[in-house]
């Protein structure tokens, strides 16, 4: 049991590790940073745009974090917000013509990367890799929601 969680632990930090650093690295390439990826590659793939909420939920962030992305996205001219409503959380975010062009460089190294870090697996090593990642996930989610539970 010890050995399962040490490998698991250690296996997902050095994921998580060296994903940060492959975004921090590609990102300042393009005079950005690595947080910004989540945001322009889901934008990227959301041709109707996003509200804030939904891009939140589709990077897996909060509202203030999003926010404060998308205003330095906004001020490197790669996104805007179509302001056509009168509650500013529900508006469309949107790419610009310039940011259609970096997410677009972003998919692709996105998709070479992915290649080179999968390279060995299969697609049903992959698709069975997801499930349990997923089932996993699940489950941590609901353990981590009974500690969300007010103590009296």
Same mark, same amino acid.
């Given at each position: ?21 492959? &975004? ?5 390439? #393009?005079?950005? !940073? +690595?947080?910004? %990826?989540?945001?322009?590659? @889901? ?44 509650? &500013? ?5 949107? #790419?610009?013509? !310039? +940011?259609?062009? %970096?997410?677009?460089?972003? @998919? ?45």
């Amino acid at each position: 049991m010890e050995q399962r969680y040490t490998t698991f632990s250690l296996l997902l930090i050095n994921i998580s590790r060296c994903v940060q650093k492959i &975004k921090n690295v590609e990102m300042a390439a #393009l005079g950005l !940073k +690595g947080r910004q %990826v989540q945001c322009l590659f @889901a934008l990227y793939n959301c041709v109707e745009g996003a509200s804030l909420t939904k891009l939140g939920e589709m990077c897996g962030e909060d509202k203030g974090m999003m926010s404060r992305t998308v205003k330095e996205l906004s001020e490197e001219g790669l996104v805007y917000i179509d302001a056509n409503g009168e509650h &500013k959380y529900k508006n469309p975010i949107r #790419l610009t013509p !310039k +940011g259609e062009s %970096v997410a677009g460089i972003v @998919a692709e190294k996105i998709s070479s990367i992915l290649e080179e870090g999968g390279a060995g697996i299969s697609d049903d090593e992959r698709t069975q890799l997801y499930r349990s990642l997923g089932i996993i996930s699940q489950n941590l989610t609901e353990i981590c929601k009974k500690y969300d539970i007010k103590q009296k």
